[in-house]
Nanobody
Framework: QVQLVESGGGLVQAGGSLRLSCAASAPTFSSYTMAWFRQAPGKEREFVAAVSRSGSGTNYVDSVKGRFTISRDNAENTVYLQMNSLKPEDTAVYYC?????????????????WGQGTQVTVSS
């Protein structure tokens, strides 16, 4: 498994931006599909975005398309989530995840390593 540590969360006003980072411990980082999930209070954890092993392919949930961008730096063992035009409904704990499945797999069970999460709060 991969050790994952998220950072970059915080409080931002609606319309603002945040950049989340996830540092991975595995020397084989480039062999993992990486993803971001989020969980709002009282709701189930949901898929947000995934990036392929090379970084050339991405997949997004419809609600963040055009606002969020996932990317990765395999030399730095890090995956990012750039979040622009944030809305109050984006408020959640954001989790980084690593798995072996292709990027179009969005289920929690498709990812076997998880970070501890970072809180993102968007005020109206």
């Amino acid at each position: 498994q991969v050790q994952l540590v998220e950072s970059g969360g915080g409080l931002v006003q609606a319309g603002g931006s945040l950049r989340l980072s996830c540092a991975a411990s595995a020397p084989t980082f480039s062999s993992y599909t990486m993803a971001w999930f989020r969980q709002a209070p009282g709701k189930e954890r949901e898929f947000v975005a995934a990036v392929s092993r090379s970084g050339s392919g991405t997949n997004y949930v419809d609600s963040v398309k055009g606002r969020f961008t996932i990317s990765r730096d395999n030399a730095e063992n890090t995956v990012y989530l750039q979040m622009n035009s944030l809305k109050p409904e984006d408020t959640a704990v954001y989790y980084c995840a690593a798995g072996r499945s292709p990027i179009f797999f969005r289920r929690i069970i498709d990812f076997d390593s998880w970070g501890q999460g970072t809180q993102v709060t968007v005020s109206s």
